[in-house]
């Protein structure tokens, strides 16, 4: 059981827009900064967001975030079929003094 | 070229024992804070454990507390991690990952990854 909580999957046509939930509480995402991985199949994560809501160079403009509370969220809009894989959200959490991921989110690109 | 590559990865028995390395280039190695986050087969990820820049400061997921030690050696560029009394469940892909500022909390650069399996 993950302390951040992601839909196991969500899955949007090419050319659509799709978001992605990470739910946790004020030890981690309320009081913490959120960042977002991608991790297309057989590859390590790669940064996709940070500090809640910026990209860094090379990120299209199609992905962002934003955080509200102890939820954020990350949204990609303009779908193509090379966005299909997991995404993890993960920040710190204080109380655990520990990292912590969500349990990743497979997004399928029909 | 920036970049982390792990090394150490392999076959072990339950309750064995080792020791995996992540060799960092092409940025102030000392400067950062450096991570382990692992990925059982088909599941998510799950951070491991983190060393501060000059070593000094360590931190531990219960599921390794008391069985996996991190650390550094900055004069090589080189960070370990230790891991005893391994079980079943250590089996994953072991990433090295770098922490861009632990004030920011995210992960910047990850390397390739080193798979541990430990089976008898």
């Known amino acids: 059981q993950s302390v951040l909580t992601q839909p196991p999957s969500v899955s949007a046509a090419p050319g659509q827009k799709v978001t992605i939930s990470c739910s946790g509480s004020s030890s981690n995402i309320g009081n913490n900064y959120v960042s977002w991985y991608q991790q297309l199949p057989g590859t390590a994560p790669k940064l996709l967001i940070y500090e809640n809501n910026k990209r860094p160079s090379g990120i299209p403009d199609r992905f962002s975030g934003s955080k509200s509370g102890t939820s954020a969220t990350l949204g990609i809009t303009g779908l193509q079929t090379e966005d299909e894989a997991d995404y993890y959200c993960a920040t710190w959490d204080s109380s655990l003094s520990a990292g912590v991921f969500g349990g990743g989110t497979k997004l399928t690109v029909l | 070229e920036v970049q982390l590559l792990e090394s150490g990865g392999g076959l072990v028995q339950p309750g064995g024992s080792l020791r995996l390395s992540c060799a960092a280039s092409g940025f102030t190695f000392t400067s950062y804070a450096m991570n382990w986050v692992r990925q059982a087969p088909g599941k998510g990820l799950e951070w491991v454990s983190t060393?501060?820049?000059?070593?000094?400061?360590?931190y531990y997921a219960d599921s390794v507390k008391g069985r996996f030690t991190i650390s550094r050696d900055n004069s090589k560029n080189t960070l370990y991690l230790q891991m005893n009394s391994l079980r079943a469940d250590d089996t994953a892909v072991y990433y090295c990952a770098k922490l861009n500022e632990w004030r920011f909390y995210y992960f910047d650069l990850w390397g390739r990854g080193t798979l541990v399996t430990v089976s008898s």
């Open positions: 060393v501060s820049g000059n070593g000094g400061t360590t």
